[in-house]
């Protein structure tokens, strides 16, 4: 299997068991087993950071465990707190009680499964939507204050 490319978001609720539907094109990519973990994002136009799920292959995890060595504290951190589990028959997967309560995705609240490059990303619904809009708004404003900047024309000028 080569290296997943996933893209697009799709809506759906954590069931009661804690458990997560995968779209179906995101499946073949992430294969049998994958690896979950909490991962953040700063979004200074959303007012914060927003803690969401990673979802990957196992393979692509084992790859980012072998360089722990290079990696810092924090980055460690993210990478020991995994949980591997197993895609059931029907496309779903288990998301341990203590992520899913970081991540505010716990049972029976809407969730975004977004394909984000080589990893799936679990967001509380309300969460991705705030920080996808921040995030456009920060991008937006950033790509204006360079653009003024390249003209000579900000507020500086």
Not at 22 to 44: C, F, H, N, T, W
Not at 66 to 89: C, M, P
Request: hydrophobic share 35%.
């Amino acid at each position: 299997m080569g290296e997943a490319f996933f893209t697009g978001f799709h809506y759906h609720k954590v069931d009661a068991k804690g458990k997560v539907m995968l779209p179906k094109e995101y499946r073949d990519g992430l294969g049998d087993k994958v690896a979950v973990q909490m991962d953040s994002a700063i979004y200074p136009g959303a007012g914060g950071k927003f803690v969401f799920l990673k979802v990957m292959p196992v393979a692509q995890w084992k790859k980012m465990s072998d360089k722990r060595g290079k990696l810092t504290r924090n980055q460690k951190r993210l990478l020991l707190g995994v949980d591997i589990t197993e895609v059931d028959k029907v496309g779903r997967i288990q998301l341990p009680h203590s992520m899913r309560k970081m991540a505010n995705t716990e049972e029976g609240m809407e969730i975004c499964v977004a394909g984000n490059d080589d990893v799936v990303e679990i967001w509380n619904r309300d969460r991705y939507e705030e920080a996808m809009i921040a995030g456009l708004y920060d991008e937006m404003t950033q790509s204006g204050m360079e653009q003024q900047q390249e003209r000579g024309t900000g507020e500086d000028s």
